[in-house]
């Protein structure tokens, strides 16, 4: 089966990683309060220990001797220094000496160097004085309050204060004030202005960003949607039309009117961001927190490349005995802790045996071959170490590893005793057995193995059937999920939910059984539950709307559909059959997840998804860390309410793009608005397999081949 209709074509894209900086990175004070790049792409940095410069991986004091107090503030002259601001003191900097230039009446809050002049403002006054600070021409008190920010062009001087922004004005220089009590001024305190090329005044106020012509005109983030709406303390732009805000969510960062998030935890050490510095041509973002300093790095990189990092990713930190799964680890670090023994290890091992079978029938790699070789042989080891005719573990685990021999009444000791088995499985590890190794089966499988692999999910398929369409555990139970009984699924309100993906289920096992045996028995079941029990009519409409509350059925929707159309040759059954494909599509589709995306439009033959799938893969952030996240404190975010109807807690409607929310695998909620903690690592399985799947069945293509 390959695709009907176009394909997508990837080349090179923008990619984000971050590096963090802190006490340990010779900063003796983390808390960072400016930042500065001069004209030699050096980084510097105020903290409250004095002025630091980047130097490799390491901050390094820049004459501490001298300047060893809170810096405020840092402006790379037209001369090439530095003018530092350091409590209420002066400094000029360069790579040879500071000079202490002058010491104000209050603390210097920021220094501006235009029209061959020293604008100074202090918390108090604001001056105008010549390069070497000693002849004022200009220095008057503020009024509205302390001074907060500066700005000065070829035309305009605007300093910010807390009640006003006020503009000095005529020869003599007074003070001209705009209130917002008498103009369309935002009623909110002006954190920070700046001018920008057209000469706009820029605003970050603590309700977000504003723009003024220098007139009569406010264009404020309540009217315009492409302006931040949180607090904005600082903003900086580059040389290739990037706007940067430092805010109290993170950094926004906006390029071509498309906003982009860089939140705590992932690429920040604190979401409030006191200053931002970076390059001219964007490829490097710093953030100055209270904990430190980050950077944020930009690179092209292609999808093909992406999928290589993951690969090397899962087998240095998600492989264990052939099992692929997610890591558990401690303070973020990727090298602490150990591959998580899970509910579903046969499963997301299934997903990786896919997604390595794709990848050998696209490049015949051997190492893609050996990894779904290892991989499928974990699975089958699950369906042999139960001692139970076609039942299969969830998982297994021996002497010495994590949970062995706590009592868990769900694990079961081999005779042996030297592992144990996880029991209760359900229709999930069901799905991905038959979805993984009937893809095996046809890509890569010699005799032998083809041999194993029917013995397996024919045991498998022998055990439903012998047990009245359920699975029955080591203590003659029917597990709790695992059921494709007609009369349950049909007769049984209470098997509501399951109705239509169960039933869709088993007619994929039905298919890949007489596929890879080609007994008749197994055809003459499929047909009589088309004829009998109406399982094609079920699948129609195999997703119950739920608000988007369940996920896994979600996933199990889109695995089926596939195992089994990629089989299924009927033109009328498949259009009965896509039928259910299309109404679970749109009603997912919103998730933009890429392993939906590429199963729609492989089956539908149609092209609308590719892009979005595409976008999706070229989103998920090459660390799956699971991190810390409090998107509830962004103002652009729009939420759901129908989670109430279900007695559920609210969440967005519209999900967050990969990158600015914590990665899950396609189970899990995407619309979830705070995370915790989790401690783990995804494994990048939720890339490679959509990834694969697209190539191999001719949906995308990488533009460098």
Same mark, same amino acid.
Request: aromatic share 12%.
């Given at each position: 089966?390959? !695709? #009907?209709?176009?394909?997508?074509?990837?080349?090179?894209?923008?990619?984000?990683? #971050?590096?963090?900086?802190?006490?340990?990175?010779?900063?003796? !004070?983390?808390?960072?309060?400016?930042?500065?790049?001069?004209?030699?792409?050096?980084?510097?940095?105020?903290?409250?220990?004095?002025?630091?410069?980047?130097?490799?991986?390491?901050?390094?004091?820049?004459?501490?001797?001298?300047?060893?107090?809170?810096?405020?503030?840092?402006?790379?002259?037209?001369?090439?220094?530095?003018?530092?601001?350091?409590?209420?003191?002066?400094?000029?900097?360069?790579?040879?000496?500071?000079?202490?230039?002058?010491?104000?009446?209050?603390?210097?809050?920021?220094?501006?160097?235009?029209?061959?002049?020293?604008?100074?403002?202090?918390?108090?006054?604001?001056?105008?004085?010549?390069?070497?600070? +000693?002849?004022?021409?200009?220095?008057?008190?503020?009024?509205?309050?302390?001074?907060?920010?500066?700005?000065?062009?070829? #035309?305009?001087?605007?300093?910010?204060?807390? *009640?006003?922004?006020?503009?000095?004005?005529? $020869?003599?220089?007074? /003070?001209?004030?705009?209130?917002? +009590?008498?103009?369309?001024?935002?009623?909110? +305190?002006?954190?920070?202005?700046?001018?920008?090329?057209?000469?706009? %005044? /820029?605003?970050?106020?603590?309700?977000?960003?504003?723009?003024?012509?220098?007139?009569?005109?406010?264009? *404020?983030?309540?009217?315009?949607?492409?302006?931040?709406?949180?607090?904005?303390? $600082?903003? $900086?732009?580059?040389?290739?039309?990037?706007?940067?805000?430092?805010?109290?969510?993170?950094?926004?960062?906006?390029?071509?009117?498309?906003?982009?998030?860089?939140?705590?935890?992932?690429?920040?050490?604190?979401?409030?961001?006191?200053?931002?510095?970076?390059?001219?041509?964007?490829?490097?973002?710093?953030?100055?927190?209270?904990?430190?300093?980050?950077?944020?790095?930009?690179?092209?990189?292609?999808?093909?490349?992406?999928?290589?990092?993951?690969?090397?990713?899962?087998?240095?930190?998600?492989?264990?005995?052939?099992?692929?799964?997610?890591?558990?680890?401690?303070?973020?670090?990727?090298?602490?802790?150990?591959?998580?023994?899970?509910?579903?290890?046969?499963?997301?091992?299934?997903?990786?045996?896919?997604?390595?079978?794709?990848?050998?029938?696209?490049?015949?790699?051997?190492? !893609? %071959?050996?990894?779904?070789?290892?991989?499928?042989?974990? =699975?089958?080891?699950?369906?042999?170490?139960?001692?139970?005719?076609? @039942?299969?573990?969830?998982?297994?685990?021996?002497?010495?590893?994590?949970?062995?021999?706590?009592?868990?009444?769900?694990?079961?000791?081999?005779?042996?005793?030297?592992?144990?088995?996880?029991?209760?499985?359900?229709?999930?590890?069901?799905?991905?057995?038959?979805?993984?190794?009937?893809?095996?089966?046809?890509?890569? !499988?010699?005799?032998?193995?083809?041999?194993?692999?029917?013995?397996?999910?024919?045991?498998? =398929?022998?055990?439903?059937?012998?047990?009245?369409?359920?699975?029955?555990?080591?203590?003659?139970?029917? *597990?709790? /999920?695992?059921?494709?009984?007609?009369?349950?699924?049909?007769?049984?309100?209470?098997?509501?939910?399951?109705?239509?993906?169960?039933? %869709?289920?088993?007619?994929?096992?039905?298919?890949?059984?007489?596929?890879?045996?080609?007994?008749?028995?197994?055809?003459?079941?499929?047909?009589?539950?088309?004829?009998?029990?109406?399982?094609?009519?079920?699948?129609?409409?195999?997703?119950?709307?739920?608000?988007?509350?369940?996920?896994?059925?979600?996933?199990?929707?889109? %695995?089926?559909?596939?195992?089994?159309?990629?089989?299924?040759?009927?033109?009328?059954?498949?259009?009965?059959?896509?039928?259910?494909?299309?109404?679970?599509?749109?009603?997912?589709?919103?998730?933009? +997840?890429?392993?939906?995306?590429?199963?729609?439009?492989?089956?539908?033959?149609?092209?609308?998804?590719?892009?979005?799938?595409?976008?999706?893969?070229?989103?998920?952030?090459?660390?799956?860390?699971?991190?810390?996240?409090?998107?509830?404190?962004?103002?652009?975010?729009?939420?759901?309410?129908?989670?109430?109807? /279900?007695?559920?807690?609210?969440?967005?409607?519209?999900?967050?793009?990969?990158?600015?929310?914590?990665?899950?695998?396609?189970?899990?909620?995407?619309?979830?608005?705070?995370?915790?903690?989790?401690?783990?690592?995804?494994?990048?399985?939720?890339?490679?397999?959509?990834?694969?799947?697209?190539?191999? @069945?001719?949906?995308?293509?990488?533009?460098?081949?």
């Amino acid at each position: 089966m390959k !695709a #009907k209709n176009g394909y997508y074509v990837s080349g090179r894209f923008p990619q984000y990683k #971050k590096t963090n900086f802190t006490s340990d990175s010779g900063l003796a !004070a983390a808390k960072t309060n400016c930042l500065a790049i001069d004209k030699n792409g050096t980084l510097f940095a105020g903290t409250d220990s004095g002025l630091y410069e980047l130097s490799g991986e390491k901050f390094i004091p820049v004459f501490d001797s001298v300047i060893n107090t809170p810096v405020n503030s840092i402006t790379v002259m037209e001369c090439g220094k530095l003018a530092v601001c350091a409590g209420k003191k002066l400094y000029y900097v360069d790579s040879e000496a500071v000079c202490f230039i002058r010491e104000f009446e209050s603390d210097l809050v920021e220094v501006c160097d235009k029209r061959g002049k020293l604008w100074v403002l202090t918390e108090e006054r604001f001056a105008g004085t010549d390069y070497t600070a +000693q002849h004022d021409f200009v220095n008057r008190p503020l009024e509205g309050g302390k001074g907060l920010s500066t700005a000065v062009s070829d #035309k305009e001087i605007y300093v910010a204060t807390e *009640t006003n922004i006020s503009v000095i004005h005529g $020869k003599r220089m007074e /003070w001209k004030n705009i209130l917002p +009590q008498f103009s369309d001024m935002p009623k909110t +305190q002006a954190n920070t202005i700046c001018f920008d090329n057209a000469g706009y %005044l /820029w605003i970050g106020t603590d309700n977000g960003a504003a723009i003024h012509d220098n007139q009569h005109l406010w264009l *404020t983030a309540d009217k315009i949607h492409t302006l931040p709406k949180n607090a904005v303390y $600082k903003i $900086k732009t580059d040389a290739v039309g990037g706007r940067y805000y430092a805010s109290d969510v993170g950094v926004i960062y906006q390029k071509a009117g498309k906003m982009k998030y860089f939140s705590a935890h992932r690429w920040v050490l604190n979401n409030k961001i006191n200053d931002i510095a970076v390059t001219a041509d964007g490829s490097k973002i710093f953030a100055a927190t209270d904990e430190g300093i980050s950077m944020i790095s930009c690179y092209e990189t292609t999808l093909i490349e992406k999928a290589n990092e993951f690969e090397k990713n899962i087998k240095k930190y998600h492989y264990r005995h052939g099992f692929v799964a997610e890591r558990i680890i401690e303070n973020y670090d990727i090298n602490s802790g150990h591959v998580h023994i899970s509910d579903n290890d046969g499963s997301w091992t299934g997903l990786y045996v896919a997604a390595e079978s794709f990848r050998y029938a696209v490049t015949g790699e051997q190492e !893609a %071959l050996e990894n779904a070789r290892e991989s499928l042989k974990a =699975m089958l080891l699950l369906t042999k170490i139960t001692g139970l005719p076609g @039942f299969t573990a969830r998982a297994v685990r021996y002497e010495g590893e994590t949970g062995f021999g706590d009592g868990n009444h769900e694990w079961v000791k081999t005779p042996d005793g030297k592992a144990e088995w996880k029991c209760e499985t359900s229709s999930d590890e069901m799905t991905c057995h038959f979805f993984a190794q009937s893809i095996y089966y046809d890509l890569c !499988a010699n005799e032998e193995e083809k041999a194993e692999i029917r013995t397996a999910l024919l045991g498998i =398929m022998e055990h439903i059937l012998n047990n009245n369409y359920r699975l029955i555990d080591h203590d003659g139970l029917p *597990t709790t /999920w695992a059921a494709w009984n007609p009369n349950l699924l049909n007769h049984d309100d209470k098997w509501y939910f399951e109705r239509g993906i169960n039933s %869709l289920e088993l007619l994929g096992f039905l298919k890949v059984s007489y596929h890879i045996s080609g007994d008749e028995k197994y055809k003459k079941l499929y047909d009589s539950f088309i004829k009998e029990h109406h399982y094609p009519l079920n699948v129609m409409q195999h997703k119950i709307r739920d608000a988007h509350i369940c996920h896994i059925d979600d996933n199990l929707g889109f %695995l089926a559909a596939l195992t089994l159309l990629r089989l299924e040759e009927d033109e009328s059954l498949r259009s009965i059959y896509l039928c259910g494909v299309e109404d679970h599509w749109e009603y997912e589709r919103v998730e933009k +997840q890429p392993m939906f995306c590429f199963v729609h439009a492989l089956l539908t033959g149609r092209d609308e998804d590719l892009t979005e799938g595409v976008e999706s893969l070229r989103q998920i952030p090459l660390d799956l860390i699971h991190y810390w996240a409090e998107n509830s404190k962004r103002k652009d975010l729009i939420y759901d309410t129908e989670q109430e109807e /279900w007695h559920e807690e609210c969440q967005l409607k519209i999900p967050l793009p990969y990158d600015e929310r914590n990665v899950h695998r396609p189970d899990a909620s995407v619309f979830e608005i705070d995370t915790v903690d989790r401690r783990h690592s995804q494994e990048g399985t939720l890339f490679l397999l959509p990834y694969w799947t697209a190539r191999y @069945f001719g949906l995308l293509k990488e533009a460098e081949e």
